[in-house]
């Protein structure tokens, strides 16, 4: 199948889409949907589908001899060395780093905030947890035009999703 967006080509990813209320899927290609994540007036983020790492970027940033004199005021780690090593010398780097972190995450991530890695699910859950997901969108979107029937409804199966879900979860004690 052709990506829905580019129609050039082969779509690799499946999402659905809430639009007046529908959820619509949709099949794009890594491309697109890096070109859609890198735009921020889109507002559009998916959680788990990063975009290949740009070494390119960690390369040029740390080859920067900007990078080389900004420095750790607590450990001393310069930028450059950070980026080389892929990782940052203590708490106070994110500070001392705040201004240049930004542009390096767009680069390795699909947003700014962390989502941190999926645990693995069985199947069935997997699909539970998408249909809440797609019923919570549709909530928000019946709220917005404020169809409060279709509201009610939504939340009464979104409460039998959550329970379900719940139900199969392990018990902290």
């Known amino acids: 199948m052709l990506c829905e967006r580019c129609h ?11 639009i007046d209320g529908k959820a619509i899927a949709r099949s794009i290609c890594q491309t697109c949907l890096n070109a859609i994540q890198g735009d921020a007036s889109t507002g559009f ?20 001899r900007l990078a080389r004199h ?21 708490p106070v780097c994110y500070d001392s780093f705040a201004d240049h972190l930004p542009n390096v995450l767009r680069g390795i ?12 699910r069985d199947a069935s859950r997997e699909q539970l947890h998408m249909q809440l997901q797609t019923k919570r969108a549709l909530l928000r979107s019946a709220l917005k035009t404020e169809n409060y029937e279709d509201a009610a409804r939504l939340r009464d199966e979104i409460k039998g ?13």
């Open 8 to 18: 050039k080509r082969l779509a690799t990813l499946r999402y659905s889409e809430v």
């Open 45 to 64: 983020e998916m959680s788990g589908a990063a975009p290949p790492p740009r070494h390119d970027l960690f390369q040029r940033m740390a080859t920067d």
């Open 70 to 90: 900004i420095v750790c005021s607590s450990c001393g780690l310069q930028l450059a060395e950070g980026l080389q090593r892929g990782v940052l010398g203590c």
């Open 109 to 120: 991530q699909p947003g700014l905030r962390h989502r941190g890695k999926m645990p693995s």
């Open 161 to 173: 999703l959550e329970t379900t879900l719940n139900a199969g979860a392990p018990h902290k004690g």
